[in-house]
Nanobody, 122 residues
């Protein structure tokens, strides 16, 4: 079965760092673009970062320069390194796998993890 499992969430002080991990199984990891989304209470889910099969990346403006998405194809795992965290980064973070073979500018994310909570306090 296809599974995406996020880990690494937690509570951190503003200015701190966290690294999220998304381990996958049941998918051919190397043919999927991967993404991190987040959703805060009362807000729309937003794309935070995405990485293509060729390791091209994109980020929402609010996290550029602070967050880094990477993938390890030997471990079927995608990561989100989050630095300089701020309270507005507080959200549930979701890992997602995109349609095989699609470019980052035209992709539907078909498989989703259960989410991991990130809470940033001031």
């Amino acid at each position: 079965q296809k599974q995406l499992v996020e880990s690494g969430g937690g509570s951190v002080q503003a200015g701190g760092s966290l690294t999220l991990s998304c381990s996958t199984s049941g998918i051919i990891f190397t043919i999927h673009a991967m993404a991190w989304y987040r959703q805060a209470p009362g807000k729309q889910r937003e794309l935070v970062a995405a990485i293509s099969t060729a390791r091209d990346t994109k980020y929402t403006d609010s996290v550029k320069g602070r967050f880094t998405i990477t993938r390890d194809n030997t471990k079927n795992t995608v990561y989100l390194q989050m630095n300089s965290l701020a309270p507005e980064d507080t959200a549930v973070y979701y890992c997602a796998a995109g349609q095989p073979g699609r470019r980052l500018n035209n992709i539907r994310y078909d498989y989703w993890g259960q989410g991991t909570q990130v809470t940033v306090s001031s």
